[in-house]
């Protein structure tokens, strides 16, 4: 068992790390277009995993209250929106295209602050494997080996072409390929070291875990809204981004069903 939870927790970041290590094949910074594909293939995993894997699941964790079932996934849900709402304002970002950095005032360099993006969008990620894999520990819920691993997939899937997103532009600005790789791939070190520390309190999160899985889909969803879903959209206009946001859909929808 604790060795499938090792896999799981490990498999988002070798998809971050793997996709950190384009720059070691691409002489050149990803294209706006490669940018919209990559950009919409990643919300659309997210927004499938959000529901499938996170929202559903805690609803049906919390059928025994019948007309209120609903109620813990609101509230999880709203509280993820938040608290990535309050980490935004006061963490020092820089999100790709943008000229002004975000959060409270900051003079770190323009590289170590677009790190800290995609690192902020990283944890939500991390929360949903913790809870997935710590419901699967304690042997809570109807949490299945299939579904925690599908979930893990889905979002190594969609690490990969974050990871490409911030080492590529590192080495456009100067950094040595080395370094963008290191930069890029520390960006999902978030992932498997805080989901680590959250599964050996288990104990303490089956309790809530209706709240935990939809506070996880908040997260998520906060970070597609405010920065994924502008950033596939910016320049000029293209199909190319909804297209690919309904590809990860699809993808992310029958993995969670196939394997869970």
């Known amino acids: 068992m604790w060795l499938n939870i090792f896999e799981g927790l490990m498999i988002p970041f070798a998809g971050t790390v793997l996709g950190s290590a384009c720059v070691f094949f691409m002489k050149k910074e990803l294209g706006r277009n490669m940018q919209r594909v990559l950009t919409g293939f990643a919300s659309g995993v997210m927004v499938a995993a959000s529901i499938w894997s996170l929202i559903i699941p805690a609803m049906e964790l919390s059928a025994d209250k ?3 079932s609903f109620l813990p996934s609101v509230i999880g849900f709203w509280l993820g929106i938040l608290f990535l709402l309050l980490l935004d304002s006061v963490i020092p970002h820089l999100h790709l295209y943008a000229e002004k950095a975000e959060g409270v005032k900051s003079k770190a360099a323009k590289t170590t ?9 990283n944890i939500p990620e991390g929360m949903a494997v913790v809870v997935i894999y710590a419901g699967l520990l304690s042997g809570g819920g109807n949490i299945t080996a299939g579904g925690a691993l599908a979930l893990s997939l889905g979002i ?11 080492s590529m532009p590192l080495h456009a600005e100067g950094k040595s390929k080395f370094r963008s790789f290191a930069g890029g791939a520390l960006s999902g070190a978030v992932e498997p070291l805080g989901a680590l520390l959250t599964v050996l309190a288990s104990g303490l999160i089956v309790p809530a875990m209706p709240y935990f899985l939809s506070f996880a889909a908040g997260a998520m969803i906060y970070v ?5 879903i502008p950033e596939m959209s910016q320049g000029e206009h293209s199909n190319t981004g909804v297209v690919m946001f309904a ?3 699809t993808v992310m929808m029958a993995l969670d069903v196939a394997l869970g």
């Open 113 to 121: 602050m677009m790190l800290l993006a995609v690192t902020l969008h």
């Open 66 to 68: 019948g007309k209120l």
């Open 247 to 249: 590809l990860g859909f």
């Open 156 to 166: 190594a899937i969609q690490n990969f072409p974050e990871g490409a997103i911030i």
């Open 224 to 228: 597609v809204v405010e920065e994924l």
